[in-house]
């Protein structure tokens, strides 16, 4: 039993020592941010060059994307210079028809039964830190509605709504999370 107990003690030192020198760290949010050296974040204001949308499509994109980095990260919001920069425009604001319905009348046009609205955003990411994470990209999205029980007008706000969240979520993977 005494000689187990000597071997024993030294080995799980040993296990021990291994798992304290390989320390990886975890984040519920999924980040990959080393809060050290990263400890705010600037966001200029997003302009709309797409030439559609409501009025304040912009000022709600700017806002949604501040508050989501609060949200979901411990970093700082500063008014400029923030460690990590975001910057951009609204670059695309399109209604397409994606299904069209007969009309049934041979006098009648055809129309659509879904119309799809698609969002585009460019974003300018700089890592002052690192600057090899650094990026410009464009991210998009799109939501469809049914323009036979409904018109755009009725539904703009609440697609807008659901095409800036999952646009964030893409810029949050691609600049933070590092998938």
């Given at each position: 039993?005494?000689?187990?107990?000597?071997?024993?003690?030294?080995c799980l030192g040993l296990v021990f020592l291994l798992f304290q020198s390989c320390s990886v760290?975890?984040?519920?949010?999924?980040?990959?941010?080393?809060?050290?050296?990263?400890?705010?974040?600037?966001?200029?204001?997003?302009?709309?060059?797409?030439?559609?949308?409501?009025?304040?499509?912009?000022?709600?994109?700017?806002?949604?994307?501040?508050?989501?980095?609060?949200?979901?990260?411990?970093?700082?919001?500063?008014?400029?210079?923030?460690?990590?920069?975001?910057?951009?425009?609204?670059?695309?604001?399109?209604?397409?028809?994606?299904?069209?319905?007969?009309?049934?009348?041979?006098?009648?046009?055809?129309?659509?039964?879904?119309?799809?609205?698609?969002?585009?955003?460019?974003?300018?990411?700089?890592?002052?830190?690192?600057?090899?994470?650094?990026?410009?990209?464009?991210?998009?999205?799109?939501?469809?509605?049914?323009?036979?029980?409904?018109?755009?007008?009725?539904?703009?706000?609440?697609?807008?709504?659901?095409?800036?969240?999952?646009?964030?979520?893409?810029?949050?993977?691609?600049?933070?999370?590092?998938?």
């Amino acid at each position: 039993m005494k000689s187990t107990s000597k071997f024993l003690i030294p080995c799980l030192g040993l296990v021990f020592l291994l798992f304290q020198s390989c320390s990886v760290k975890y984040s519920f949010t999924g980040t990959n941010i080393n809060y050290e050296l990263v400890k705010t974040f600037s966001v200029d204001n997003f302009f709309n060059d797409s030439g559609g949308g409501p009025a304040n499509m912009e000022q709600r994109f700017t806002e949604a994307i501040k508050e989501y980095y609060q949200r979901n990260t411990s970093l700082e919001l500063v008014r400029t210079n923030g460690d990590l920069q975001f910057l951009g425009a609204i670059n695309r604001y399109t209604l397409t028809p994606q299904a069209v319905v007969s009309s049934g009348d041979p006098n009648l046009p055809d129309r659509a039964g879904q119309m799809r609205l698609t969002i585009g955003i460019e974003v300018e990411y700089i890592n002052l830190s690192n600057e090899e994470e650094n990026l410009k990209r464009s991210f998009s999205f799109f939501q469809d509605y049914d323009p036979r029980t409904t018109t755009l007008l009725d539904v703009e706000n609440e697609l807008v709504d659901i095409i800036f969240e999952n646009i964030i979520q893409d810029i949050f993977t691609a600049t933070v999370a590092n998938w």
